[in-house]
């Protein structure tokens, strides 16, 4: 009874570093997205994915990369972390009907860029 | 393009009395899903209710309620009974039919005082 899983949970970083944050479902969504949480700003769309091997940017991708292999799997790759990517991370995946489906969230990924 | 507007960035409420969360939202679409996430200090988040654009009748999942004004486009959250463990953040979000992308609002803090 999974759901979405999101390693790690707490990161640190330099300025400039790589890192990849990791998301993997047990639900077989279709649909799979990364969001970022900021104070006052609510969540943004990062990327999302529709299925394997299709993605499309989100509200706000720059810095950002990621790739969809598997329905399971949707890696969030920062190639040179800034400070501005300091923020909590969530994966989140689509369960189907209603118009969209319910979001189904990871627990969350804090990540610092010093 | 769509938006969503949280007004209250934060409330307080009594212990066992009701709280209305506002939102109101913008779209061009006719055919869209309204949603209430809750995110306790904890950090993950929690679906709490949802309503479709098509829906005659306001969505009620146990102490939630959603006031689902249309003509104004508002999607007001209704607390009733309010227990401490409602204290949280918690952010209106929707989706248009046919696309993936969520948007939320910036979330309204409620504590609920005992």
Known sequence: ?114 | AQKITQTQPGMFVQEKEAVTLDCTYDTSDQSYGLFWYKQPSSGEMIFLIYQGSYDEQNATEGRYSLNFQKARKSANLVISASQLGDSAMYFCAMNNRGTYKYIFGTGTRLKVLA
């Open chain 1, 1 to 114: 009874n999974a759901g979405v899983t999101q390693t790690p949970k707490f990161q640190v970083l330099k300025t400039g570093q790589s890192m990849t944050l990791q998301c993997a479902q047990d639900m077989n969504h279709e649909y799979m997205s990364w969001y970022r949480q900021d104070p006052g700003m609510g969540l943004r769309l990062i990327h999302y994915s529709v299925g394997a091997g299709i993605t499309d940017q989100g509200e706000v991708p720059n810095g950002y990369n990621v790739s969809r292999s598997t329905t399971e799997d949707f890696p969030l790759r920062l190639l040179s972390a800034a400070p501005s990517q300091t923020s909590v991370y969530f994966c989140a995946s689509i369960s189907p009907g209603l118009e969209g489906g319910e979001l189904f969230f990871g627990e969350g990924s804090r990540l610092t860029v010093l």
